[in-house]
T-cell receptor
Framework: KNEVEQSPQNLTAQEGEFITINCSYS?????LHWLQQHPGGGIVSLFM???GKKKHGRLIATINIQEKHSSLHITASHPRDSAVYIC????????????FGAGTILRVKS | ETGVTQTPRHLVMGMTNKKSLKCEQH?????MYWYKQSAKKPLELMFV???????ENNSVPSRFSPECPNSSHLFLHLHTLQPEDSALYLC?????????????FGSGTRLTVV
């Protein structure tokens, strides 16, 4: 069983739609990252969560540590949100090696 | 700019060439990493350096040779690569080894082996 499952793998949305990407994991973690990767390849960290909910602009990330589940929401989606979204975490409390989900390819059409 | 700079951004090399990828951070981080992203696969850890000492070599072939001369610089020396080594190579840094806090990624080097 994979340590991390991300869904959906691919997502096409119309501009303005509300988008949800899910990440489930099977090990204990202390923090989870949501990352954004644009076609050029560079990765940007959107959020780091250890509990509850965080909001930045139109992006909202939530995590339920007990249920081992996190979601990334995009409100009022825009074509510039088109990218690959990846969840990642470090297993355990100590350590620094990230485990990555396979990513969700998001395309927002105008 | 994220604070982690990778050069070059793109590299095409023949199988008999020797080249090096460079990563630089001035964030005061103590740990630096090389990750590989092959087509349609998740990112995979290659090497970890903590306080300039290699603490992880994730079963990477010897044709990849990392070097960390100081806490701000990390290199990946490449020699006699294979076409299947074509991938995006990402460098990252973090303050220390505590749960991934402060992880910062570079923009990556897109490597093509011909």
């Amino acid at each position: 069983k994979n340590e991390v499952e991300q869904s959906p793998q691919n997502l096409t949305a119309q501009e303005g739609e509300f988008i949800t990407i899910n990440c489930s994991y099977s090990v204990g973690i202390s923090a989870l990252h949501w990352l954004q990767q644009h076609p050029g390849g560079g990765i940007v960290s959107l959020f780091m969560l250890s509990s509850g909910k965080k909001k930045h602009g139109r992006l909202i990330a939530t995590i339920n540590i007990q249920e081992k589940h996190s979601s990334l929401h995009i409100t009022a989606s825009h074509p510039r949100d088109s990218a690959v979204y990846i969840c990642a975490f470090v297993p355990g409390e100590y350590g620094n090696k990230l485990v990555f989900g396979a990513g969700t390819i998001l395309r927002v059409k105008s | 700019e994220t604070g982690v700079t990778q050069t070059p951004r793109h590299l095409v090399m023949g199988m008999t060439n020797k080249k090096s990828l460079k990563c630089e951070q001035h964030l005061g981080h103590n740990a630096m990493y090389w990750y590989k992203q092959s087509a349609k696969k998740p990112l995979e850890l290659m090497f970890v350096y903590s306080l300039e000492e290699r603490v992880e070599n994730n079963s990477v072939p010897s044709r990849f040779s990392p070097e960390c001369p100081n806490s701000s610089h990390l290199f990946l020396h490449l020699h006699t690569l294979q076409p299947e080594d074509s991938a995006l190579y990402l460098c990252a840094s973090s303050p220390n080894g505590r749960g991934g806090y402060g992880y910062t990624f570079g923009s990556g080097t897109r490597l093509t082996v011909v």
